[in-house]
């Protein structure tokens, strides 16, 4: 009974929507009166000496570059904007701010929709510790339904998300809205809507379009040293690791690795330490410290390949501390993996081996016929020559298959650009000569390797030295995410492979690289 009232109600909000679905609105009007939200990067202290502070600030976005007229203010929503009876929680004018304001509303906790929370039993018991609270606020606040419609104009498609049950269905596959919304007014009418969303499956979604391209030929939102978010060893007091000195400049993210995932990034980049006195052994490495059990990543990568039919890329790239053999100088030329690499491979393989390897040449289409979805990228060549696996090579252990699966020779190692920049003027100068070079060696980015730009600063080791509070890694990806997000949008949309950054959801690159996947489709 209830289902059918909600039903009912549902077509009744829908027929305005379509309806209302502005057909005076030029396509180009359209394209400049772009919106969207974001969430900061920042952490700020509740007063100077404070140690608890305020963060996941939602920030609202938009462009003005064709006409400034086209939008003259924006509006924060926890609701389809469109909806009868919607009010806005902030209204802001455009003309006062660059582009962008900085909400002083918070996004949390807020549960993942459409099914993707895991409950706690799934979630690993390492993360218990973090802040439930307003998790708990949502669901209490919304037992009421909220309405979301597909923000991809043209495609009407209504998912509702009930955030007061518990999420215990099955995931749903396509994007998803949380309950925030902006929307772009020009004379009082609203000009254009989005969302802040999860697109778990967005490969997947759009595969009549990509299926037929490969990894190295799509644009690919990454993290950049993505195992390094929140929990930190030895940081047990709560209040002061948020602001702390190894929070500010060691954490790079502040999702784990599923909830990344969940969100749409498609390549994690990794450094592994090898601890051979701690009962875990292998840990997520920033340099040379040690921040978390590198299974947790294993698991997140596991619980996302169970749920979600997209592929993803797992970049082993640096093995800081632990790895090198002893003899290493002896044997430089025909070396073998060192033991500790050899028990990271037996690891891997125990782990993932499900779902691996595969080939970043070869058509999506291929990656799904084969079940092969994961990519690893294991940036040691002496454990590549031991393990056919690490070059793509199948080798599966049941005996059904062996040998080469792939026709042409695999494409499986990621070459990072890295500028190790500290602002954004020498990050653009950088990206900008990476891309030139790339675009002359193999013209389009298709026709290349695997390769990652690193669109974030890194600190000099002054800058860590004579820190002061308000600067670290935070502040740094506040500085560039919102140029990263347009440089590739703009400029780069069809030339770049994998871009990976810090505090990924102060950019909207997964966003941007759904629309310049299907821009290239077309091209
Ligand atoms: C949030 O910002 C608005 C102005 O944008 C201000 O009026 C309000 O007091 C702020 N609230 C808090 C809790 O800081
Ligand atoms: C807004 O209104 C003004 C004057 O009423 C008009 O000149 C302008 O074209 C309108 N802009 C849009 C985008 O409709
Ligand atoms: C297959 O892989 C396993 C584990 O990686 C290895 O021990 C074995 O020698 C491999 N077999 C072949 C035929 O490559
Ligand atoms: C960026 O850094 C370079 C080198 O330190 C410096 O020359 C330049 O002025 C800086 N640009 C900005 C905008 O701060
Ligand atoms: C980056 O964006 C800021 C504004 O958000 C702008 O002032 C700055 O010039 C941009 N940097 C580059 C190199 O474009």
């Known amino acids: 009974m209830e289902t059918l009232t909600t039903s009912i109600m549902l077509v009744i909000l829908l027929v305005p929507i379509l309806t209302s679905q502005a057909p005076q609105q030029s396509s180009e009007m359209k394209r400049c009166s772009r919106a969207f939200l974001t969430i900061s990067s920042l952490w700020r202290p509740h007063s100077y000496s404070s140690r608890t502070g305020t963060e996941t600030e939602l920030e609202l976005n938009w462009e003005t570059n064709c006409n400034p007229e086209y939008i003259d203010s924006v509006a924060l929503f926890t609701e389809y904007p ?80 009930n955030y007061g049950e518990k999420a215990s269905q099955e995931p749903i596959n396509g994007d998803h809205c949380f309950p925030f919304w902006i929307a772009a007014y020009a004379n009082k009418t609203i000009v254009y809507t989005d969302c802040l969303k999860i697109r778990p499956t967005w490969i997947w979604d759009h595969r009549s379009e990509l299926g037929d391209m490969s990894l190295r030929s799509l644009l690919i939102p990454g993290t950049h040293n993505s195992g390094c978010y929140k929990r930190v060893t030895g940081l047990s007091n709560q209040n002061s690791r948020r602001n702390s000195f190894s929070s500010r400049f060691l954490l790079t993210q502040d999702l784990d690795i599923y909830t990344q995932l969940v969100y749409g990034i498609r390549y994690l980049d990794i450094r592994v330490g090898y601890y051979p006195s701690t009962p875990e052994l292998f840990w997520v490495n920033h340099d040379v410290a040690r921040l978390l059990p590198l299974q947790l990543v294993l698991e997140g990568v596991k619980q996302f390949l ?92 049941n005996g059904k298959a062996s040998g080469r699966l792939w026709n042409k020779s695999p494409s499986v190692t990621v070459t990072q650009e890295w500028g190790n920049v500290q602002n954004s003027s020498q990050l653009y100068d950088f990206l900008s000569k990476t891309i030139d070079k790339r675009k002359k060696l193999w013209g389009w980015s298709g026709n290349g390797e695997l390769w990652s730009s690193m669109a974030e600063l890194t600190p000099t080791p002054m800058d860590v030295v004579f820190s002061r509070p308000g600067t670290g890694l935070r502040q740094m990806a506040h500085d560039v995410n919102r140029n990263v997000t347009r440089w590739f949008r703009d400029l780069w949309w069809q030339d770049a492979n994998i871009v990976a950054t810090d505090f990924f959801r102060g950019a909207n690159l997964i966003d941007v690289a759904v629309e310049s996947n299907l821009r290239r489709s077309h091209v």
């Open 306 to 397: 169970r749920r979600s039919p997209d592929p993803i890329l797992l970049d082993l790239h640096r093995f800081p501390v632990g790895f090198s053999d002893r003899r290493r100088g002896r044997r430089k030329q025909h070396s073998r993996a060192s033991p500790a690499h050899r028990l990271l491979v037996e690891l891997l393989w125990n782990e993932l081996g499900e779902f691996t390897p595969a080939d970043a040449s070869v058509p999506i289409n291929t990656l799904w016929k084969s079940g092969r979805r994961l990519l690893i990228s294991y940036a040691d060549k002496a454990s590549r020559e031991e393990f056919p696996w690490l070059r793509g090579e199948m080798n599966l252990t």
């Open 82 to 161: 469109r909806n009868k009876g919607a009010t806005p929680l902030l209204q802001v004018p455009t003309k006062q701010y660059p582009g962008y304001f900085r909400t002083n509303y918070t996004f949390g906790d807020t549960l993942l929709p459409g099914g993707w929370q895991l409950v706690d039993d799934e979630e690993d018991s390492g993360n218990a510790d973090s802040e439930k609270k307003s998790s708990e606020e949502w669901e209490s606040e919304s037992g009421k339904s909220a309405e979301s419609k597909n923000h991809n104009e043209g495609k009407i498609e209504v998912r509702r998300e």
